[in-house]
């Protein structure tokens, strides 16, 4: 099976969660911007929640279904339309054979994830199919998808037929929905001017006490040469008591760098490996996706919490997860269409 790009969109790349473990060597992680719908949509679908999949940035694609086909799209709202027909998010679905899914402008978030049951079978680049668009590697020929492109499906799994069969019968010409979805409470309140969580960075108390006051006060825009590198953000320059020589040091998604015109710089999803500019904050791991679905224009505000409030906060992300994948193998050993604690 194939998915054949009949429209392109704005900027469609193939993602996994990333390529870890080669850091050291200059590598960097890469992966979905918003790791959390692309998982989560791979559960729905019955794969693993590393499979490959679709990310869909602004302005989404049209994509052709040679085979009929188990999907599910969670993340922003791009207006998914499956035949002609709105598609709902947080759900499984099953697409027949000829189907056409197309998506329009975002209308929440800026981007979706689309999972395809067996996952996209890319090749495997230093073990991860994530595009890097800097590097040309990874994805489809390490590049954004073109009109024409075709995409390999991989083999099904045992979960997903099983979910196939609990929403559709074999050789059904009409698409269907599942009765279950992800609960609300689950999923991130996406919003174009959120709060984001973080913890003090290592560099905070260089900086004078009306930065860090203001910068845990105050909103800033995203610029719009912000991209899968680093949000750059607007605002009343942030300010060192005095000027510093960094050394440069391990930067991870979310880390707030601070240059020397002294506005931030959060780092996301392709970021470099290293970074020398001052460290004000880590954004909470929990909160990446609402950074992830700012579009640009939007404001973010920043609230400071402790790292053990931001721990507690990943374990209780964690906890819906597992209880979702728990839900969902139920689901595909029993067969008998009822929903976990966190479906709907």
Partial sequence: MSLAI?????LTTVQDLGRHGAQKYGVIVGGAMDAFALRVANLLVGNAEHDAGLEITMVGPEIYFSEAALIAVCGGDLAPELNG????????????????????PARLGCRAYLAVAGGLDVPERMGSRSTYLRAGIGGHEGRALRKGDRLPVGARSPGSLALAGLIAREGQDEAAVSGWSVASELRPAYAAQPTIR?????ELALFDDESR?????EAFAVKTESDRMGYRLAGEALRLKEKREMISSAVTFGTVQVPPDGQPI???????????????????SVDLPLLAQTPLGGKVRFEEISLAE????????????RALRGGLEQLQTNRNGKVNAHGE
């Fill in 213 to 217: 006051g203001r910068f845990f006060g």
């Fill in 310 to 321: 931001a721990q507690r906060q990943y374990l209780l992300r964690e906890k819906g997860i």
């Fill in 85 to 104: 027909r709105e598609l709902p998010a947080w759900r499984t679905v099953y697409a027949p054979e000829g189907s056409r899914l197309r998506f329009g």
């Fill in 198 to 202: 973080a913890v003090a960075g290592r």
């Fill in 6 to 10: 009949l429209k392109p969109g704005l």
């Fill in 266 to 284: 959060v780092l996301m999803a392709d970021r470099q490996t290293t970074g020398g500019y001052p460290k004000i904050a880590q954004a909470a």
